[in-house]
Nanobody, 135 residues
Framework: QEQLVESGGGSVQAGGSLRLSCVAS????????MAWFRQAPGKEREGVAA???????SYADSVQGRFTISKDKANNILYLQMNNLKPGDTAMYYC?????????????????????????????WGKGTLVTISS
């Protein structure tokens, strides 16, 4: 069974940087998406950055140019480099995989990598790591 464990969260001042890591064990190779999500108190979960199986990426407009998603395929580690952090980035950050099998392939083909930032199709979630940005 696949498990995801995030790390790297913390408290930094605005303008600072953090790098989040997500180690996947028992990785589900039928997944078409790997992504980072975040959820701030009182807000809906938001897809921040995502990969599809071909390596295409998608970013939320709010983080474009500041965050970079990457992965270490050999070790099944997903990263999120976050630069120029803002107080609005404060949230619990989650790693997730999903959009599996034939239905996942159809979704990707129809809608592109941006579908990987939609939480509804993500099947495995980590427990999250907290990021707090002070002004």
């Amino acid at each position: 069974q696949e498990q995801l464990v995030e790390s790297g969260g913390g408290s930094v001042q605005a303008g600072g940087s953090l790098r989040l890591s997500c180690v996947a064990s028992g990785y589900d190779y039928t997944s078409y998406c790997m992504a980072w999500f975040r959820q701030a108190p009182g807000k809906e979960r938001e897809g921040v950055a995502a990969f599809d199986r071909d390596g295409s990426t998608s970013y939320a407009d709010s983080v474009q140019g500041r965050f970079t998603i990457s992965k270490d395929k050999a070790n099944n580690i997903l990263y999120l480099q976050m630069n120029n952090l803002k107080p609005g980035d404060t949230a619990m950050y989650y790693c997730a995989t999903g959009y599996t099998g034939a239905s996942g392939m159809v979704a990707i083909q129809a809608l592109g990598v941006k579908i990987c930032r939609e939480p509804v199709g993500m099947q495995t979630w980590g427990k999250g790591t907290l990021v707090t940005i002070s002004s």
